[in-house]
Nanobody, 124 residues
Framework: VQLVESGGGLVHIGGSLRLSCATS????????MGWFRQDPGKEREFIGV????????YYPDSKKGRFTISRDNAKNMVYLQMNSLKPEDTAVYYC??????????????????WGQGTRVTVSS
């Protein structure tokens, strides 16, 4: 099983980034996909999740409006579009996979597979 994030980097305040997560080694179509982020010294924070079909997404209130998750099951890819970026969005971003989707905030232990993360730095 492999999940490989890409697309991170340095972005100015107010800018946008689109992160990608390429997956292999499991039946991608059967898995809900989530995104998390982690700043050094802090707990891993849930950003949002998309169902196996892509027909359902959930974001906690703090993430609604600026973050959008999408997926392409033909390519085994999941994406995180981030807009109006702020310095507090600086973190390592991770994609993760789990079998079942539900509407709600997830904890990291609920996910089966993880990528290695991609770093996003938002700076003036």
């Amino acid at each position: 099983v492999q999940l490989v994030e890409s697309g991170g980097g340095l972005v100015h305040i107010g800018g946008s980034l689109r992160l990608s997560c390429a997956t292999s080694g499991f039946n991608f179509d059967d898995y809900a996909m989530g995104w998390f982020r982690q700043d050094p010294g802090k707990e891993r924070e849930f950003i949002g999740v998309i169902s196996w079909s892509g027909g359902n997404t959930y974001y906690p209130d703090s993430k609604k409006g600026r973050f959008t998750i999408s997926r392409d099951n033909a390519k085994n890819m999941v994406y995180l579009q981030m807009n109006s970026l702020k310095p507090e969005d600086t973190a390592v971003y991770y994609c993760a996979a789990r079998r079942e989707y539900y509407t709600g905030t997830y904890h990291e232990f609920e996910y089966d597979y993880w990528g290695q993360g991609t770093r996003v730095t938002v700076s003036s």
